[in-house]
């Protein structure tokens, strides 16, 4: 008898307005436990444990010198789990993904894929619609993630984040990593998943967005992709922490992977692109028609071993389609916001 495939889930929307972070935690609690045991299996439940509280422990420490706005949330969240990873994995910026804006009829289009390799994180993704100072947003997220990584404002704008490529260094990939860390831990600024988050409640429009993603410090480096309401209203933009350049549109559209293409790529001792073919994923992004708003672009090598997330987001109609992956293969049915 051949095994049977297990059904696609169903992606919630939840409405959490009124509501933080903590709630969509207590509505899904069993959803964040099943996420953080397929981390602790990537290296054994036993060293993934000491890993892990090791991780939480400089990370909250370095939340706490930093003044975080989101840390009281993310204590509570660490105490609802009553585990370890709470922290670190609000902290962490360890994924790949490619995102774009491109220009159609009904308004600029945002694309994005998240690249995770995070077991089954594809099965659990949530709509959370919040209520910020300025407006309602929906947050395309996770049980237990205080911060943004990609939402969609209805009449104001759509923006997701993309790992930016690591700093080249001497002592080469090790050394640039403990290098990364030591920088980060010196800062005091957001990390960039609570700048969106900021973004989102606060920005009235997609100019105060614009200019808040660019010019507000970082703990590390980032990459944007901002669309707005209007045909003009979309850019990338390639931030170190303290440093941004902006990408504008360019025959209807402008895309970002895993790697800076503006001239900060030139700065310091330059920078590297982050796997899965950072080049590649750029180049085909580059190379995507503007309509329709459907999935059918969602083909190697954007779709990758590690993709896990694929976002469509229209602000000026307030169109949000969301699927989950186990890499390329659909492991939710396709949700579609009906606002």
């Known amino acids: 008898m051949q095994p049977t495939e297990r059904p696609l889930a169903k992606i919630p929307l939840v409405d959490l307005r009124g509501h933080t972070p903590l709630e969509l935690l207590f509505l899904f609690r069993r959803q964040a436990n099943i996420l953080l045991d397929g981390v602790m299996a990537l290296v054994g439940h036993g ?3 000491v890993l892990a509280g090791t991780t939480d422990h400089f990370s909250k420490r370095w939340l706490q010198k930093a ?8 204590t509570l969240i660490a105490d609802a789990i009553h585990r370890p990873g709470a922290y670190a994995l609000n902290t962490c910026l360890e994924w790949g993904c490619t995102s774009g804006a491109w220009t159609s009829p009904s308004g600029p289009v945002l694309r994005r894929v998240l690249d995770w390799p995070f077991p089954r994180l594809g099965e659990f993704p949530v709509v959370a619609h919040y209520q910020g100072r300025v407006g309602d947003y929906f947050n395309v997220t996770w049980p237990g993630f205080a911060g943004v990584l990609q939402a969609m404002a209805p009449g104001r704008f759509a923006a997701s984040i993309n790992q930016a490529p690591r700093r080249k260094h001497a002592g080469g990939f090790f050394g ?5 860390r030591f920088k980060t831990g010196a800062r005091l600024a957001l ?48 931030r170190t922490e303290d440093a941004y350049a902006v990408r504008e549109l360019a025959g209807g559209r402008v895309c970002a992977a895993n790697e800076f293409t503006s001239p900060l790529n030139d700065t310091e001792l330059g920078w590297k692109a982050r796997p899965i073919d950072s080049a590649g994923r750029l180049a085909q992004a580059m ?3 503007g309509d329709p708003e459907d ?21 000026a109609t307030s169109a949000l389609k969301v699927l989950g992956t186990a890499g390329h293969k659909p492991v939710t049915e396709l949700f ?4």
């Open 336 to 339: 579609e916001l009906a606002v």
């Open 67 to 74: 003044g975080n706005p989101y840390l009281e949330e993310i």
């Open 287 to 289: 190379s995507l028609p």
């Open 191 to 238: 990390p960039p998943v609570h700048l969106l988050r900021r973004v989102f409640e606060t920005a009235c429009d997609y100019a105060s967005a614009r200019a808040m993603l660019s010019m507000t410090p970082l703990a590390v480096p980032a990459i944007f992709t901002l669309t707005g309401t209007h045909p003009s209203e979309a850019c990338v933009i390639e």
């Open 176 to 180: 640039a990593w403990v290098a990364g």
């Open 47 to 49: 060293p993934g444990r």
């Open 295 to 315: 999935m059918s672009w969602f083909t190697a090598p954007i779709a990758n071993a590690n993709s896990r997330l694929v976002m469509v987001a229209n602000a």
